[in-house]
T-cell receptor
Framework: GAVVSQHPSWVICKSGTSVKIECRSL??????MFWYRQFPKQSLMLMAT?????????EQGVEKDKFLINHASLTLSTLTVTSAHPEDSSFYIC????????????FGQGTRLTVV | AQSVTQPDIHITVSEGASLELRCNYS??????LFWYVQSPGQGLQLLLK??????LVQGIKGFEAEFKRSQSSFNLRKPSVHWSDAAEYFC????????????FGTGTQLKVEL
């Protein structure tokens, strides 16, 4: 299957700072990338959908000014958590999709964010 | 809106016993259906998927799932569980043609007793 890589795997940051998470499709060009958030012992909740070259579409309740998503190329999408607070601590997972893989999207390994 | 229900939050089985994890979905048509497994602190691994055709699908690691339209279910089964199967299992629904924007169930935590 196709490979999606997230970086970093884990990050600790101080309250008030910003942190960027990268999601890369290594062996295919992803026209669409999805960002999910998973609270401890809970399910994955879709945060936003990003299409290459256009603004991301955010799910209801997700603050777009706080969670900045950029999908500048067909192989890279970034999620920036701005002015992070402890309640932003979570597991963030991306998935990538393209028409040639239309039957499924491929997931990254996730990023554990801890805000202290 | 589509939704997924996994009624069992926790399941404990003995190694070598059979396993069935339940999944019910709500969707207007036939959706794309998936089962994923997640080990602690890890990403998601796809076990199997259903789009159309044969309602019994085979996946990796000896797992299978059966799509039952009349019951809106897509239960995951394994005839003999191994200790390494202990993990969190998620059922998910995707919209056909929707680029696989997925709605996940709440997950079932599987424990395997030796």
């Amino acid at each position: 299957g196709a490979v999606v890589s997230q970086h970093p795997s884990w990050v600790i940051c101080k309250s008030g700072t910003s942190v960027k998470i990268e999601c890369r499709s290594l062996d295919f060009q992803a026209t669409t990338m999805f960002w999910y958030r998973q609270f401890p012992k809970q399910s994955l909740m879709l945060m936003a959908t990003s299409n290459e070259g256009s603004k991301a579409t955010y799910e209801q309740g997700v603050e777009k000014d706080k969670f900045l998503i950029n999908h500048a190329s067909l192989t890279l999408s970034t999620l920036t958590v701005t002015s992070a607070h402890p309640e932003d601590s979570s597991f963030y997972i991306c998935s990538a999709w393209t028409a040639s893989t239309s039957t499924e999207a491929f997931f990254g390994q996730g990023t554990r964010l801890t805000v202290v | 809106a589509q939704s997924v229900t996994q009624p069992d939050i926790h399941i404990t089985v003995s190694e070598g016993a059979s396993l069935e994890l339940r999944c019910n979905y709500s969707y207007g048509a036939t959706p794309y259906l998936f089962w994923y497994v997640q080990s602690p602190g890890q990403g998601l691994q796809l076990l199997l998927k259903y789009f159309s055709g044969d309602t019994l699908v085979q996946g990796i690691k000896g797992f299978e799932a059966e799509f039952k339209r009349s019951q809106s279910s897509f239960n995951l089964r394994k005839p003999s569980v191994h200790w390494s199967d202990a993990a969190e299992y998620f059922c998910a629904v995707g919209e056909p043609g929707g680029g696989n924007k997925l709605t996940f169930g709440t997950g079932t935590q599987l424990k395997v007793e030796l």
